[in-house]
């Protein structure tokens, strides 16, 4: 995480606590207000990478080892939302962070809205809707990564929940939810017609559910990777996740990586021109996975255990979701640190096919040059 970043996210934060100040409330981290928390899988520790700036030089005194301890989902009775990215009260006009995931996501939906939710909090009664409901939308959402390892994962505590109490729990989207948004909560049992689309404004709901942030939990990480297990076919074994239809982290020498990619009989597969199961398909059959530093890398998800992972990775932003996402998953991760041009990659080739060689013989042999 670069400097710039750093700034901005301690920004949002400010300006959430001018906010909380503003409305007299406290941040519900912990569950203080909620009638019931159920707990649900294990306790767990994670040694990963937490610190972007350790990443350049990876080894195990670099990275932190983290205990969680049980996830748990939790209810809360008579919840207001508003806001065109909710922002969720209890009761006692406590801001319910569990809810947006994590505080990181709070201040970034405050921002998003916050006249919005000052207008809307004084000017007018909220719409009552009945049931129990579950906050699937947040200023992150979106991002394919973020939808994943943010939202989708928290099926795990919600099905836990319906399980034990048979509750029905309705997820609550974004009314421009996307077409492979659609198709992700398909595989979870859900319909078009099974969710409550967030428009804006004010409403309350007679209950919540939240669930823990489990994005660093392996076991939460594991569940989600098997719940969205579908039946694959027989791929090339070596597959690289290309950007050249995305605005930035594209690779400037093309050329040269294509012809590399090329001789190594390297297929190119473009996320965004591939359906949900296309892509669930393509990459759950890969052992060697390639690609720069982006969403189509949350692919590597549907991947087996031990498939080879290499980040093309920009210098000048360094960030390590993926690096832990392959870590929690059992993959074998490496990277390449990239100069920049205008937001897009100068990759040193000869250091890919030094990496490719390498990955193809133990693949093919098992063994390493």
């Known amino acids: 995480m670069n400097l710039t970043t750093k700034i901005k996210y301690k920004s949002y934060k400010l300006f ?17 207000d909620s009638i019931d928390c159920l707990k649900f899988s294990t306790e767990e520790t994670y040694i990963g990478d937490f610190d972007d700036a350790s990443f350049s030089n990876i080894s195990i005194n670099n990275r932190v080892t983290k205990r969680f301890e049980r996830p748990e989902t939790c209810i809360y009775k008579n919840v207001s939302a508003l806001g065109e990215y909710p922002i969720v009260f209890t009761e006692n006009n406590n801001i319910i962070v569990s809810s947006m995931v994590d505080e990181d996501i709070f201040t970034l939906n405050v921002l998003g809205n916050m006249l919005d939710l000052l207008d809307t909090k004084i000017s007018f009664q ?3 809707e009945n049931g129990a409901f579950f906050l699937l939308f947040n200023q992150r959402a979106s991002n ?28 609550i989207v974004n009314s421009n939810i996307s077409d492979w948004q659609l198709d992700t909560l398909k595989l979870f049992g859900y319909k078009k017609s099974d969710l409550h689309y967030w428009k804006g404004g004010h409403k309350k709901f007679d209950e919540v559910v939240t669930v823990s942030n489990l994005r660093h ?11 969205m297990k579908t039946t694959s076919k027989s791929h090339e074994d070596i597959i690289y996740i290309s950007r050249e239809d995305a605005d930035k982290r594209k690779v ?6 294509q012809d590399l990619l090329d001789r190594n009989d390297i297929e190119i ?25 982006g969403a189509g890398l949350t692919n590597m998800l549907h ?8 980040e093309l990775m920009p210098s000048d932003d360094i960030r390590t979701q993926y690096f832990n996402l392959a870590n929690m998953l059992g993959h074998e991760y490496s990277y390449i640190l990239c100069d920049t041009t205008k937001s897009n990659l100068e990759v040193d080739v000869g250091q890919v096919e030094d990496i490719i060689i390498k990955i193809k013989n133990e693949i093919e042999y098992g063994f390493s040059d």
């Open 16 to 32: 959430s606590k001018i906010l909380c100040t503003t409305l007299n409330s406290r941040l519900d981290a912990t569950g203080f």
């Open 303 to 310: 991947s087996k255990e031990n498939t080879h992972v290499l």
């Open 252 to 257: 400037e020498d093309q050329h040269e990586l």
């Open 269 to 293: 597969f473009i996320p965004g021109e591939n359906s949900l199961l296309e892509q669930i398909e393509r990459l759950s059959s890969a052992k060697f996975i390639i690609g720069p530093h």
């Open 126 to 128: 909220p719409e009552q």
């Open 144 to 171: 394919y990564y973020h939808w994943h390892l943010e939202n989708l994962i928290k099926f795990q505590g919600v099905k836990m929940y319906e399980n034990r109490t048979g509750v029905e729990v309705t997820p």
């Open 217 to 227: 939990r392996p076991r939460s990480v594991n569940w989600l990777r098997e719940e």
